[in-house]
């Protein structure tokens, strides 16, 4: 399962729409399934959208200062 991302333009307006999506191989050719509408999502949402049904669990979060580990000490 993912979540497909749909991109509609009228009148200069962007509007993006998700949609629960399963691929599926019928008679050897691969066929995708919506399996639920989700809706007109932003722009903001999309990546947490797409991380919540992810095989991969990517970190969204990070911490605002990067953990240096101290150095080596030779010898």
């Known amino acids: 399962m993912?979540?497909?991302?749909?991109?509609k333009t009228y009148k200069g307006q962007?509007?993006?729409?998700?949609?629960?999506?399963?691929?599926?191989?019928?008679?050897?050719?691969v066929v995708q399934t919506v399996k639920a509408n989700l809706g007109s999502v932003t722009e903001e949402q999309i990546p947490y959208l797409k991380a919540a049904y992810s095989a991969k669990?990517?970190?969204l979060v990070y911490d605002e200062t990067?953990?240096?580990?101290?150095p080596?000490?030779?010898g």
Do not use: C
């Not at 993006?16 to 050719?29: D, E, T």
């Not at 990067?66 to 101290?70: A, G, H, K, L, Q």
């Open 66 to 70: 990067p953990e240096v580990p101290p």
């Open 57 to 59: 669990k990517p970190r």
């Open 14 to 29: 962007v509007t993006h729409y998700a949609s629960l999506v399963v691929n599926r191989r019928k008679f050897g050719k």
């Open 72 to 74: 080596k000490k030779s």
């Open 2 to 7: 993912f979540i497909k991302i749909l991109t």
